[in-house]
């Protein structure tokens, strides 16, 4: 598992992963289908192995558990606790449900309740499993959900999953969302209005960009591309997926300002991406990878369900 890094280095959002009591198979699955029981299957070996991962800060074993932007986000949370001296606790996922797309699928969903060691407080959170060439399965995206959206995710499991839903819009919404995470004006009739995004993860931009202001430096976002998950959920309100943007800040000095930009050692940025001293240059480039849990009405703007960002690289020219 991983604590999952929120917003422009500023803020922060928890996540991970596990598995126990499933719902039972659909009657009439076919011998050798994979089903729910298989799924948990999956779920629980991952929910060992990768606790074990996350709690020791090996990231070789969260290699062999989970592939980008999931591992992204996991690397990201094991340097940081690095950084500050401290583990992340063992987690487990209870009663989790799964939309599986029928025979032999390349990919599932699952939904469930994360509990982590020491902890009173559980969150419910939904993750995206990939098949892989050589077999066996890797965690491929993963967020916590925000409460009122917690029906929402658990309806995954009353539904086969799709590898042929679509997204109706799909450029748009992730176009929307991108100018949402730098306090774009929010257009509500594609993407409808949400705390996560607005007032935390564009808050945190917000916070970030007016620091470095006042130090004389700049940041910009672009959007480097856009992609969507291969297994949806088509429920009742709609079509769950996930969505992932990669996204790069340039940070740069303004005019009048200091020769070159510097981040310190305590910068999120750096302890996320593991860097223990201070980076400076006439540019600074950091890219991102942000992943959207997304739930897509037939009619009307698309909700987010949970959200992660994380910093990948940063670099310094």
Same mark, same amino acid.
Not at 24 to 31: F, I, L, Q
Not at 101 to 112: E, I, K, N, V
Not at 184 to 198: E, K, Q, R
């Given at each position: ?8 280095? #500023? ?59 999931? #591992? ?246």
């Amino acid at each position: 598992m991983a604590r999952r890094w929120m917003s422009a280095g #500023l803020f922060v959002l928890l996540l991970a992963a596990c598995g126990r009591d499933v719902e039972p198979a659909p009657a009439g699955a076919a011998d050798g289908a994979f089903t729910a029981t298989s799924a948990a299957v999956v779920l629980a070996a991952f929910d060992q192995a990768d606790s074990a991962a996350s709690s020791t800060g090996d990231i070789t074993a969260l290699k062999a558990q989970e592939v980008s932007p999931s #591992l992204d986000a996991s690397v990201a949370s094991v340097n940081r606790a690095q950084a500050q001296g401290s583990r992340q606790r063992p987690f487990q996922h209870v009663d989790p449900v799964f939309s599986i797309p029928p025979g032999d699928p390349s990919c599932f969903l699952a939904a469930a309740t994360l509990k982590i060691a020491g902890e009173e407080l559980t969150r419910v959170d939904i993750s995206h499993f990939v098949r892989q060439t050589a077999g066996g399965w890797k965690l491929s995206h993963q967020v916590l959900v925000a409460p009122d959206a917690v029906t929402a995710v658990r309806a995954i499991g009353r539904t086969p999953g799709s590898v042929e839903a679509v997204v109706a819009g799909r450029d748009a919404v992730a176009q929307q969302i991108f100018e949402r995470t730098i306090a774009g004006v929010p257009d509500l009739t594609i993407v409808g209005t949400s705390p996560a995004l607005d007032n935390q993860l564009a808050a945190g931009w917000g916070i970030y960009s007016k620091q470095l202001d006042a130090a004389g430096i700049s940041v910009k976002r672009v959007l480097d591309g856009a992609d969507w998950s291969t297994c949806s959920a088509i429920t009742p309100a709609g079509v769950v997926t996930f969505l992932t943007l990669r996204v790069t800040d340039t940070i740069a000095p303004k005019p009048g300002g200091p020769a070159v930009a510097t981040l310190g050692p305590q910068s999120p940025d750096l302890m996320a991406t593991g860097r223990r001293t201070p980076v400076s240059g006439k540019r600074i480039t950091v890219v991102r990878v942000e992943v959207f849990a997304l739930l897509q009405p037939a009619q009307g703007p698309a909700s987010v369900l949970g959200l992660s960002d994380s910093p990948v690289t940063v670099t310094a020219a």
